[in-house]
């Protein structure tokens, strides 16, 4: 009679609640890790493209470093390179202005010659691919002393030299969300102006009489609150476009129950149109209690409006068109209104 085949080992799967745990707490270690800290928005473009060049083989530059070589080959079509230096720090791209060769001595006026250079600068910071970067314009100056009535010390001379950089950029459609004016006076020199018999240093004074641009990508906050700005100016542009020309500033607005009118529900739409037809309805009702209380007063109390208006988007539905353009016209006329006179 033949031996009984030998028992097969049960598989002993009790390792599993232990790894399945492991795995658990590293997330949420993980989690943490992300929450307590500050989000490196270079860090990440360059961890994205490695991971790019080592799954797909493909050598994919960051935006970051896009916008370092674009700005370096401007700098080059220039031929500026002598008075213009191009780096990166750990945030983003530098760009060295020398004092020397766009502002006159103790001036915070461009030098005509200047002018086409920043110009072109402005062209490749207004880029859409770029738009998301900030620009921190900082003035520095050399130690030595200056007591003008314009400029009393270095702290007015560099602040505006930055201040004038800023505004030449703003003139040349970069937004002015993004840009930022600090002046340093000569706090932060690059080298020493004097040397060790405490006697100035010319060459490392006009070294350290700079402007510095400061080129980060926005955290993801600053992005946010910079789209929702460019969508207003964008909504305000397309408000007073539709908008017709009154014959009179006293023509008086309909009553505010003409302009969001509530109308019967039709009996041939389905269930979802009814509840998008109940939140319509209820929306306006809202908008005429607050209207007759005095709302909106100011942009930021329309601006919640138009939030509420804008989650109703996604069920935009022919049949209810005309019911979310009374409400769109409401919004933009509000709008107009309120740009138009002071904010009280």
């Known amino acids: 009679m033949p031996p009984p085949p030998p028992e097969e080992p049960e598989n002993d799967e009790s390792w599993m609640a232990t790894f399945a745990d492991t795995v658990t707490l590293l997330m949420a270690f993980f ?57 990166s720090d750990e945030k983003g791209v530098t760009i060295e202005l020398q004092s020397n060769a766009f502002f006159q001595p103790g001036s915070a006026d461009i030098l005509p010659a200047a002018i086409p250079v920043l110009q072109k600068l402005a062209e490749t910071l207004s880029s859409p691919n770029y738009e998301l970067y900030n620009v921190v314009v900082e003035g520095h100056t050399d130690d030595g002393k200056i007591n003008t009535p314009r400029f009393p010390s270095n702290w007015e001379l560099s602040s505006a030299r930055a201040a004038t950089v800023v505004r030449m950029f703003e003139t040349n459609n970069v937004a002015r969300e993004r840009l930022r004016a600090t002046g340093y006076a000569d706090t932060r020199p690059k080298v020493p102006n004097l040397d060790l018999e405490g006697k100035p240093i010319p060459e490392n004074r006009a070294t350290n009489r700079r402007v510095v641009l400061r080129l980060h990508p926005m955290s993801l906050d600053e992005r946010d609150a910079y789209v929702r700005a460019q969508e207003f100016k964008r909504r305000l542009a397309e408000a007073k476009a539709i908008q017709p020309a009154q014959t009179s500033q006293s023509a008086a607005m309909p009553a505010i129950e003409i302009r969001l009118p509530i109308q019967p529900t039709p009996s041939a739409l389905d269930s979802k149109q009814q509840d998008t037809k109940a939140l319509i309805d209820n929306l306006k009702r809202e908008f005429v209690t607050q209207f007759k209380a005095g709302e909106p007063k100011n942009i930021n109390v329309l601006e919640e409006w138009q939030l509420k208006f804008d989650n109703l988007a996604s069920r935009r539905d022919k049949t209810l068109e005309a019911d979310f353009q009374q409400i769109e016209t409401f919004l933009n006329e509000e709008r107009i209104r309120l740009t138009a006179k002071p904010a009280s």
Do not use: C, H, N, W
């Open 31 to 87: 989690v943490m890790l992300l929450t307590f800290t500050e989000f490196d928005m270079p860090a990440y473009e360059e961890m994205t493209s490695a991971i790019s060049t080592a799954v797909g083989g493909s050598d994919k530059q960051s935006t970051t470093q896009s916008l370092k070589i674009d700005v370096e080959d401007k700098v080059y079509e220039m031929q500026a390179d002598q008075v213009i230096s191009v780096g």
